[in-house]
């Protein structure tokens, strides 16, 4: 009971630093670039935002094992890799379509804190992919728990080389 109390306190955190990104966009905290124009307002506020939400992933995924009965022992994880690869691969172009030809646009302009949710769920299916491919490769060479800190670790170098890159 414990850890799924945690585990709600990490949720409510994440969602007040999601409410308080947009309070932040909204009363235009964040100066511009005098003459300058950029689509995104610091690449450096952009990766801190990724990585604290990661973060927030890694402790959600850190407080599960910790209970007696979790549910990284469940036969399912071995096939989900194939299944995060399925759904967000449906979930790709389903944004795409929603937002070229679909409704997407229009409810993102109305509700900008949708923009925030969508990258939530592509950024958890990103962590899920990457913890689901290490816990199959080490299912019986290593503890859960090792493979939730290299998840944690490969995800956050994943987005650090992207953001460098680009």
């Known amino acids: 009971m414990k850890w799924t109390i945690y585990q709600l306190l990490v949720m409510i ?21 005098p003459g300058e124009w950029t689509a995104v307002n610091s ?11 990661i ?26 890799p194939q299944l995060c690869m399925a759904i ?8 795409l ?6 409704p997407l646009g229009g409810w993102v302009e109305q509700m900008r804190s949708l923009l925030y949710l969508i990258l ?4 958890f299916l ?10 199959k490769r080490n299912r019986s060479a290593q503890a859960t728990e090792k493979t939730i800190h ?8 994943l987005f650090f080389g992207l953001f460098f890159l680009f």
Request: aromatic residues 24%.
């Open 13 to 33: 955190g994440v969602t007040f630093f999601m409410w308080g990104m947009e309070n932040i966009n909204n009363e235009n905290l964040i100066a511009q670039p």
């Open 43 to 53: 690449p450096l506020l952009t990766f801190l935002a990724t990585g604290l939400l």
């Open 55 to 80: 973060t927030g992933f890694y402790f959600i995924f850190l407080f599960e094992v910790k209970k007696k009965k979790n549910r990284f022992q469940h036969p399912v994880w071995i096939y989900m």
């Open 88 to 95: 967000g691969g449906v979930s790709f172009v389903l944004f």
């Open 97 to 102: 379509i929603g937002g070229t030809i679909g």
């Open 120 to 123: 939530a769920y592509f950024l």
């Open 126 to 135: 990103i962590f899920l992919f990457i913890f689901s491919f290490e816990h």
């Open 150 to 157: 290299l998840t944690f670790f490969w995800t956050l170098m």
